[in-house]
Structures are given as C-alpha cells and as structure tokens.
C-alpha cells in the first residue's frame, strides 16, 4: 500500500509500475471529481456520482474511502482487493493517509510504504507547477502536505522519490514475495 503527501508523484510511481510491471495487480479507486484530460474511466479511477459514491458507502462495498482535499470523495473497492489477496496476487493500493490509516485497521498485515518528496522544496515545485488546480485548491493541497509529511514515522518503509523509475523499482521489490 502506497500512500504519501499529495504531489509527491504517488500517481506518476504507480503509472510507472502500471505500464513496466503488469504482472503488480493495481486497485483502481472509486473518485466523485471530474476526470482530468487523459484519465480513461476504469483505468485510472472509476469516476462516479455522489449518489453513486453514498450507494457504494452505504452497501459496504469500500474497503476505506475518504474526502481528500475538502473538495471529493475516494474509495478502494473492496472487491477486487479480496480477490486478487484470495488468488495470492500482491495488490498496490495508491491512496491517501486517511485511507492508509483505515486499511491499518482492516488489513494490518499489509505493507505500508510512505513516498517521500527528497525535500518540502521540491513539492511545493511540483505542487504549483502542476497547473491543474485552482489557488484554492493548491492551498488546500499545501495544508494537506504538509499533515502528511510528518505521517511518515507510521509507515513500514519510507521510499523517497528522487527518481520515478528508481521509486517504482524499489516498491515492486518490496512487493515480490
Ligand atoms: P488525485 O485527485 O490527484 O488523483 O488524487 C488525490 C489524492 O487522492 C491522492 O493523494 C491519492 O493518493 C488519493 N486517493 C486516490 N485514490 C484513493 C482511494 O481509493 N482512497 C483514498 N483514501 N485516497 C485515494
């Protein structure tokens, strides 16, 4: 399980792992935000309606879910977790620290890995030089941070992302049985 503050580049380490490593079986979140240009639903998240999202809630169908960024809910179904565990398949889940910390009490023998920016510096860049946000949103994406920076100390294993292929690498190893 990969979790990590936002911008860290969780997305661009499992897009990496996605395309180098078929063979990691990957959760595809359940969103209620508005795909970004070049998200395919299904692939990169299912993008659902609130109505949608409080029916999946409501028949327990999320393994964790939680409202990121005050601004959408998130939520790993539980379905294809179950069975890619029953069929003995290591699963990457890429989600944030609330939903980390649910999947703690849930599935406590899964590995928790925390991705590291290599310096606050440097997220911040990323953060602003994404440009797909609004100031507001980019604020609340800064708050959010920087809670989860110092989350680090409850991980399993801290991978710090100073290089994406380098990442990717070093969490599918950790993956391998
Ligand atoms: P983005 O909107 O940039 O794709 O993702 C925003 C944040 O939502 C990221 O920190 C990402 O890890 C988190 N996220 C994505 N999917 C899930 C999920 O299924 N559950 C939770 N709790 N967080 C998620």
Redesign the pocket.
Known sequence: M??????VG??TVSAWVREHHPEVWM?V???T?TA?PGEVDGR??YFVSDEKFDEMVMRGE?L???V??N??R???PRGPVVAALDAGHPML????????R?VRETMPDALFVFLAPPSWEELVTRLVGRGTETDAERRARLA?AKVELEAAAEFDVVIVNDDVRRAAEELVHLMKP
């Open positions: 990969l979790a990590g503050p936002t911008a969780k997305g959760s979140s359940a969103t935000r970004r990169h998240y999320l964790e879910w939680a990121v960024h601004l959408a998130y939520g790993t889940l890429e989600i944030d620290l609330q939903g980390a649910q959010t």
